[in-house]
Nanobody
Framework: QVQLVESGGGLVQPGGSLRLSCTAS????????MGWYRQAPGKERELVAT???????NYADSMKGRFAISRDNAKKTVYLQMSNLKPDDTAVYYC?????????WGQGTQVTVSS
């Protein structure tokens, strides 16, 4: 059974930082394309970033320069370091694993940016 368990969300002030973690089990993590998506209230789920099995990262344009995705294959964990957070970054952040044409999702972790 595939499980993706996110952690690290919470309430942060504008300009602050958070690091999200997602630990996987039940999948061949080392070959999966791992990613983070987010969904704000009333909006569609959108891509934040992905990282390939080789560590090559790809970001949505609005996240470039503020967010950094990384992975530790030994720990089966993917991270999202978020800095200079803005109120518009408020959303539920979801971990995603892609193996061939199959997508797996975590349950999501809430990030709220507010003063």
């Amino acid at each position: 059974q595939v499980q993706l368990v996110e952690s690290g969300g919470g309430l942060v002030q504008p300009g602050g930082s958070l690091r999200l973690s997602c630990t996987a089990s039940g999948i061949m993590f080392s070959i999966a394309l791992m990613g983070w998506y987010r969904q704000a209230p009333g909006k569609e789920r959108e891509l934040v970033a992905t990282v390939s099995r080789f560590g090559s990262a790809n970001y949505a344009d609005s996240m470039k320069g503020r967010f950094a995705i990384s992975r530790d294959n030994a720990k089966k964990t993917v991270y999202l370091q978020m800095s200079n957070l803005k109120p518009d970054d408020t959303a539920v952040y979801y971990c995603n694993a892609r193996l061939s044409s199959t997508y797996y999702w975590g349950q999501g972790t809430q990030v709220t940016v507010s003063s």
